[in-house]
């Protein structure tokens, strides 16, 4: 898909449905500036594999796509850059990170322990009442998707079932540094059959260790989430090699 091909999704709400677009996009304010648009349009167009890793930016067409300066435009880029999710190039612009097996691996490993860390600390919060009736609507949520098949609805699903998690937490370091993780690349990068359904049996274990209080089950479980998704990743690289 093109950058200029991502307009009608965004004018019709698709790319910036809420204020939480990255934990792999949960915890973010709405966009309150021209580049914060520019950014949570690019994000979210990843995360639904619209955009793909090795893709071109082209300055011109995302100030058109977004209605926005072509400053605005760089300031995005830049960020995305400080994040890892866009290379830029001098006099070549910019394109969408393309990671090596090597660096896969690098990710998945960082995220094992975080998304361990996190169900473990929101196991440890659970007592808030509040946020604790969020995890079962995000599986409801979820679930639903799956049955319909509805990608857009998972998406939305999966940032509800991390926000949620990160509320139980209360933890201020992991709202910062769960989001930079680059699962949307991984993702994006490695078309992982089953994924979705992984994903729902997988978060519905962390889920009860959360929802019970459990710390020490809730850390393996989330760790071993990414554990499956790394093993999905090395058997669709051995097959296609």
Do not use: C, W
């Not at 709405?30 to 619209?50: C, H, M, N, R």
């Not at 072509?70 to 290379?87: F, I, M, P, T």
């Not at 473990?120 to 319909?148: D, S, Y």
């Amino acid at each position: 898909m093109t950058t200029l091909q991502l307009d009608s999704r965004l004018k019709s709400g698709m790319l910036l449905t809420n204020a939480d677009d990255r934990v792999e996009a949960s915890t973010r304010l709405e966009p309150t500036s021209a580049s914060d648009i520019v950014y949570f349009g690019v994000v979210k167009a990843l995360e639904a594999q619209e955009l793909v890793p090795g893709q071109r930016l082209v300055e011109v067409d995302l100030a058109s796509q977004f209605q926005v300066g072509r400053n605005s435009v760089r300031e995005a880029l830049h960020r995305l850059s400080a994040e890892g999710l866009v290379d830029l190039f001098r006099n070549r612009g910019a394109a969408i990170r393309l990671l090596s097996l090597k660096e896969t691996m690098d990710v998945l490993d960082v995220a094992e322990r975080m998304t361990g860390l996190l169900a473990r600390t929101a196991a440890r919060g659970v007592v808030q009442p509040a946020h604790r009736r969020m995890l079962p609507a995000a599986l409801k949520e979820l679930t639903q998707a799956v049955n319909e098949e509805d990608a857009d609805g998972f998406a939305r699903g999966r940032r509800h079932f991390y926000r949620a998690l990160l509320l139980l937490s209360g933890s201020a370091e992991l709202k910062r540094l769960f989001p930079a993780i680059q699962m949307p690349i991984v993702y994006a990068q490695h078309r992982l059959a089953g994924l979705q359904k992984l994903r729902l049996r997988d978060y519905r274990l962390i889920a009860k260790a959360v929802s019970d209080g459990l710390e020490e089950e809730a850390d393996e479980a989330g760790m071993a989430h990414v554990r499956n998704v790394r093993e999905l990743v090395l058997q669709k690289t051995a097959e296609s090699s």
